[in-house]
């Protein structure tokens, strides 16, 4: 998956929407700094845009999905950048109808094995199932 534009797009929004947890930097400049940072230079910028701005504009609503999808994980205790992670995947799975399901969630698992810690990936695939069963048509998969 190295240097797809969309993989890379789906990392820099990673690493910018991580960088909200720490700041209150714009997106615009989380972006810019994280395709420095993380040297994403073939990413889909207008991807990684959309990303992080359908994060910000429904964190609300994602995160009530990945509390109902993981009762018994409150979002404090999550690892932050699996949080993120399941953020992005499901602002994906339930807000954009031009991203298969399933691509959603190989790239959720991927940057999970890439970013996260070891059970990262087993974490993130959990809960993007419960998020399927729970919020997801079936037919659109």
């Keep these: 998956m190295t240097n797809d534009p969309r993989h890379e797009a789906r990392k820099l929004a990673l690493g910018s929407i991580f960088g909200w947890l720490f700041s209150d930097i714009d997106n615009d400049s989380s972006l810019e700094y994280s395709q420095l ?13 959309e990303l992080t701005d359908g994060v910000e504009k429904n964190i609300k609503e994602i995160d009530d999905k990945i509390v109902g999808a993981a009762p018994e994980w409150p979002l404090n205790k999550i690892s932050k950048v699996d949080l993120v992670i399941l953020r992005i995947a499901i602002f994906e799975l339930l807000y954009r109808s031009d991203t298969p399901k399933r691509v959603a969630i190989d790239e959720a698992i991927e940057l999970a094995k890439d970013f996260g810690s070891d059970t990262s990936s087993k974490f993130v695939n959990g809960v993007l199932g419960n998020i399927m069963e729970k919020y997801v048509q079936h037919e659109q998969i």
């Design 37 to 49: 940072i993380l040297d994403c230079k073939d990413a889909d910028i207008n991807l990684a845009k």
